[in-house]
C-alpha cells in the first residue's frame, strides 16, 4: 500500500511512517524541511507524485498549538495551517488523475470546547471556543474530499502520551523534581491515548473502508486531572501534592491555559464499536511502558 504522509517528521507522523514500514507498506513522507518530498501545505497543493496511484492520504500536518503563547497572528497561523492546509490537500486531490480513494485527516478533541463532566462521543456537538472553531473549519474543508468520492475520516486526537515528545515529558518534569501535581482544582477531565493505540487507530481506520467521519483517537478511560496527576506521581515514585492555581497558569500560559484546563470527557465510541482492541485502555499500565519500558 502506498501511503502518502503529511506532517511526517512530527511525533505521530514518524511514528506512523515506522508502522507502515514495518508492515510492508510504503509511505511517501511529506514534510516542509525533510522527507521523501518537499511540501509546505500554506503554499498550496501537495506535488502530484505523492498523490497519483497512492491508496491513501493521511494529513497530519499543521502548526503546534501550545508551544509559543497565543498572539493575534499566533492564532491566525494556527488556523490558518490547518483549515487552508487542508484545502490545498483537498485540491491535490482534486487535480489528481489517479486519486487516493482514501483521506484522513488530523483534527483533536479540541472540537468539543470545554464541556465539564457532560460524556462526549462523536455525534456529540462542537464547543464554541477558538479551537472548537477551528476544528470546526477543518473538518469541513476535510469532507470536501467526500465530493470526490474519496472516504474522508476525521482524526479526533486526545492527548497523545509518548516517552520522547509530546506533552508527556513536560508534564513529568516537574515530578522529577518532587513539585509536581495537579493544575488548578484538577477537576478538568483528559482525553488521553498512548502513542501506539494512536497509531494503531489511524491504521485500523486506513484499513476499516466502513470507517468514515470523525473518529475520536483517545483510549476508554478518560480522567480527571488529579487522577493523572497522582497516577504519574506513582509511576515516577514521587509525590503530587503541589497543585499550580489556576491564576498562576493564566500568568504563564496566557490564553492558552484555557485549552490546558479545558474539560473534554470524551469517549472512543467509533473506535469500540468498529471493533479496534486497545493495548492500553488504563492510564497507569500505559504511563508505565512509557516510563519503564
Known sequence: MKVAVSGASG????????ALRARGDRPIALGRRSGDLAWDP?????PSAALEGADAFVHLAGEPVAERGWSESRKRRVRDSRVLGTRHAVEGLRAAAN???TFLCASAVGYYGDRGDESLDEHSPPGDD????VCVEW???????????????NLRSGIVLARDGGALPLMARPFRFFVG???????????????????????????????RGPINLVAPSPVRNRVFAHTLGRVLGRPALFP?????LRLVLGERVDVLLASQRVGPAAAQAGGYRFR???LEAALGDLFDG
Do not use: C, K, Y
Not at 11 to 18: K, P, Q, S
Not at 42 to 46: L, S
Not at 130 to 133: I, P, S, T, Y
Open 42 to 46: 500554506n503554499d498550496g497543493p501537495p
Open 130 to 133: 477558538f479551537l472548537a472553531r
Open 99 to 101: 486519486r487516493p480513494p
Open 244 to 248: 499550580v492555581p489556576r491564576p498562576v
Open 11 to 18: 511525533l505521530i507522523g514518524r511514528a506512523l511512517t515506522g
Open 181 to 211: 501535581g495537579p493544575l488548578a482544582s484538577g477537576r478538568h477531565w483528559m482525553p488521553w491515548i498512548h502513542l501506539s493505540d494512536e497509531v494503531g487507530l489511524i491504521l485500523h481506520a486506513l484499513d476499516g473502508q466502513a470507517v
Open 280 to 282: 492500553f485502555p488504563e
Open 139 to 153: 473538518e469541513a474543508e476535510a469532507r470536501r474530499a467526500a465530493e470526490l468520492g474519496v472516504r474522508v475520516v
